[in-house]
């Protein structure tokens, strides 16, 4: 895995494939210890450096998993580790279960739970610093000016030394950045978002605000949920579980418009003789403003498959073919980018801005 590059506009230098350790640990859908440590040592092997965990993953499990396969590996000076704050209970001493409803304070972006968050994880990683933290969810409620002050002081403090922001609207990643850049002190280098074939809407507010700020764009669930691997068929999805209906990748993906996309996918593949999956992936990465794409696995074929799409070079024609495909519908934000309306807007002439 080579071609490495940075996370927005930062000096973190990390992998084109990131990977995802939601498998990690306890749980229906994850791989045993035993099988987390062959992936871990695979993922190393073809080079990636860049390892992204979560508090909330297995309950916690999953990064106490992380921590000891870095050390184990004497690894910690070269990966690059990320992990995640903000959802309720996954290290608290109360939950949700107990009287009350649980601890208010044990969730959320403000100062008290981001302390405690990042105070548990260090712990659990059995490392004194992450590399870059991440605000998991955003909360609704809790000030952006209050976010960027605490965790522009755990950068300060060491404890930290990047921070970025996972599925929260756009306008609070701008105004984060912005807060930061006016301030003079640390701001967020990155988004976390769902990103895909078939989930392009991000791309209206999203990644120009991205660009704007000098944040890389990280995308999760690049194969949607498994969709894109091209394991299932339009004629027959009973028995698919988490994807025909309300899911953490929301909706069910099986819907017209999704199928004619992987339609498209598996022409391309056939044309390359390459698995759909791998297309799909290569697809995401060659995206503009697209920095490092989470990838997930609960067995080492998995993995490698994912990793072999990093060779994957796309010709314009087939980008183009994808990109026609799998264009979201038109919106009012992305609509004031049409080149027809700045023609109008400047007299009939093609103006382009430094930033394209």
Known sequence: MTNFRTLGRSGLVV?????????????????????????????????????DTSDIYSGGESETLVGR??????????????????????ASPLTATQAGGGNPNAGGAGAKNIHRAIDASLKRLGTDYVDLYWMHIWDGVTPVEEIVQTLGDLVRAGKIRY???SDMPAWVAMKAATIASERRVPGPIAMQLEYSLVARDVEGEYFPAAREAGMGIMPWSPLAGGFLSGKYKREDTSGTGRLSGANPFGDSK????????????????????????????????????????????????QLESNIAATDIELSLDQ?????????????????????AIRSMVFGGHDVVGWNE
């Open 15 to 51: 992998s084109p494939l990131a990977l995802g350790t939601m498998t990690f640990g306890s749980g229906e859908w994850n791989a045993d210890d035993r099988t987390s440590r062959s992936i871990f040592d695979a993922y190393r092997a073809a080079g990636g450096n860049f390892i």
């Open 69 to 90: 396969f870095i050390a184990e590996t004497k690894a910690r000076d070269e990966v690059v580790l990320s992990t995640k704050f903000a959802f309720n209970g996954s």
């Open 163 to 165: 921070y970025g922001l």
């Open 254 to 301: 099986f819907v017209d418009r999704n199928w004619d996309i992987l339609d498209v996918v598996k022409s391309v593949a056939t044309e390359i003789d390459r698995p759909v999956a791998q297309v799909a992936l290569a697809w995401a990465m060659a995206r503009p403003g697209v920095a490092s794409t989470l990838i997930g696995a609960s067995k080492v074929s």
């Open 319 to 339: 980008m183009k073919r994808l990109n026609e495909a799998s264009a979201p519908a038109p919106s009012f934000s992305s609509s004031l980018a049409n080149p």
